[in-house]
């Protein structure tokens, strides 16, 4: 995969209260967050990095991923929000995804979802589900 050449493993996240990645260059096209604890992520954490193709966010300690956290990532072509014991995802977090191929959500503690499919408006390009 030729996002794996620009692809970073977490370098520049803080691993505080909630997650900060502003020191992960611009140019990055792959992120990996994965086990740093973090417990709260916010709109402003991915703020600055529009050029991403893959964002995985796996075995952290996320309840909830709040309405506009992943807006400036348009270009998403792969996401994974596995093994984070999300409990809660706000109506509309996916807007503004329509890049995005492949979602996966498995392993997580989400009991339930707006329904008609309000969570997944807006992933017209939508081929993989994992949950």
Known sequence: VAAVASHVAAQGCSKVSFLDCSDVPHSAQGLVVEHMGTVKVTPAAF?????????????????????????SQSGLTEMSLRKNGIVNLERGVFRNMSNLRELYLDDNE???????????????GLTTLEN
């Not at 600055?48 to 309405?67: A, D, V």
């Not at 989400?110 to 017209?124: C, D, Q, V, Y």
């Open 47 to 71: 703020a600055n990095l529009s050029n991403q193709w893959i964002l995985t966010i796996t075995n952290n300690r996320i309840k909830t991923i709040p309405i506009g956290t992943f807006d």
């Open 110 to 124: 989400i009991s339930s979802l707006p329904a008609n499919g309000e969570m997944f408006e807006g992933l017209t």
